[in-house]
């Protein structure tokens, strides 16, 4: 059997927790299903939380290692290196060095949901969702409040909290990784930043409409999101909630609202487009996306409202409160048209497992033969 290591970025996702709800996987079961179908056909694979003693066919690398070192390691390891695919998951405000050149050129292959790449050999694959829709029944429209924004608040960048190590340092902690780092990505460690967005919003929402959004995710009640005192203040509306702890109860939570904001955290062109727009769909209500620019070769601009097209946040806020209620059931039919379409298989599990066994399989090593 061949076997197909997985070395996830985020610690918390090893010893295959990343197959079994690891803390912070959205992923768990695109994975799964990548790991069973792989087996069927005679691929094992795994996420040790260390090197293997056994070499095995390939290292799967999700996302590039804290520090150059660890792949440095993985490839002293063996005296044959196995096959090094990186696959770019994150998003590119947090992992610029991720679409340098330089770094990309150690692997053997790179995976990501990039429109176009000029790396070679490079396989495009769209980041999975979850597929599974809310069990509950759509609410009628005259019964939903008017918009729910669940996401984290925080600041990228030079005003990012203090994190441990040199690589922790706001701003400039990515020249200590050993990575090859892009001048423009330390000029402006947070260009194309969303996170500045949202709180721009909840902040108009308190001054105009107190009560027509809430708010469920850390970091909007004065915790520590910036190393700048000043800048940990409570800045969300009068009714925040809650962190929502389960995919299942944030698709429950979103149904009772006529919108959900579904602002990335990046904003740009590269391809980037994350669950949640599609969990706005699946969870029976209309987003309002900000973040792809070419969102519309992706999801039908029919199903959403576009915060693009708006002068100011009042604006958009006022087009929401006065939105009828045969407007938004067009655009909520529309959603559900699409769900049900075969452009939206591209994006699920299950397409997602047989795209990793066709990139796999493409790239494994042929058996050796012992004469």
């Known amino acids: 059997m061949k076997k197909v290591v997985l070395v996830p970025h985020w610690e918390t996702w090893n010893e295959d927790r990343l197959f079994e709800n690891a803390e912070g996987c959205i ?74 050149p330089r770094n990309r050129n150690l692997f053997d292959a790179v995976v990501s949901y990039e429109n176009q790449s000029q790396t070679t050999p490079w396989f495009p694959c769209p980041l999975p969702v979850d597929s599974r829709p809310s069990g509950d029944g759509a609410v009628p429209f005259a019964k939903r409040k008017l918009a729910v924004m669940i996401n984290t608040n925080r600041y990228e960048g030079w005003l990012a909290t203090r994190k441990k190590g040199w690589t922790g340092l706001p701003g400039i902690g990515r020249v200590f990784s050993g990575w090859s780092i892009p001048t423009r990505s330390l000029l402006r460690p947070a260009h194309g930043e969303l996170y500045s967005w949202r709180r721009k919003l909840a902040q108009e929402f308190t001054a105009h409409l107190p009560l027509g959004l ?16 000043f800048l940990n203040r409570h800045v969300c509306p009068a009714r ?106 591209r994006y699920t599990c299950a397409r997602f497992a047989a795209r990793m066994n066709q990139i796999s399989s493409a790239l494994m090593p042929p058996v050796e033969r012992i004469e």
């Open 27 to 100: 992923y768990t079961e695109a994975f799964r299903a990548w790991r069973d179908s792989a087996a069927s056909l005679g691929i094992h694979l795994s996420a040790p939380s260390g090197l293997p003693k056994e070499r095995p066919d390939m290292v799967w690398f999700i996302d590039l290692p804290r520090k150059r070192a660890t792949l440095d390691g993985w490839a002293r390891q063996w005296p044959r290196r196995p096959v090094f695919v990186l696959h770019i998951m994150e998003s590119p405000l947090l992992f610029p060095h991720a679409f340098e």
């Open 240 to 345: 925040q909630n809650k962190t929502v702890a389960t995919r299942a109860a944030k698709l429950r939570v979103i149904s009772q609202y006529k919108f959900t904001i579904a602002a990335e955290n990046y904003r740009g062109g590269r391809g980037y487009i994350s669950e949640k727009i599609f969990e706005a769909l699946l969870g029976q209500t209309v987003p309002v996306y900000l973040g792809e620019e070419a969102i519309e070769e992706a999801v039908p601009s029919s199903c959403f409202v576009d915060a693009r097209h708006f002068a100011s946040l009042n604006a958009l806020i006022r087009h929401l409160e006065s939105m009828t209620e045969e407007t938004w059931q067009s655009k909520f039919e529309a959603g559900r048209a699409f769900l049900a379409s075969k452009d939206f298989q």
């Open 214 to 229: 809430d708010i469920y995710g850390s970091g909007w009640s004065g915790e520590v999101i910036s190393w700048l005192p």
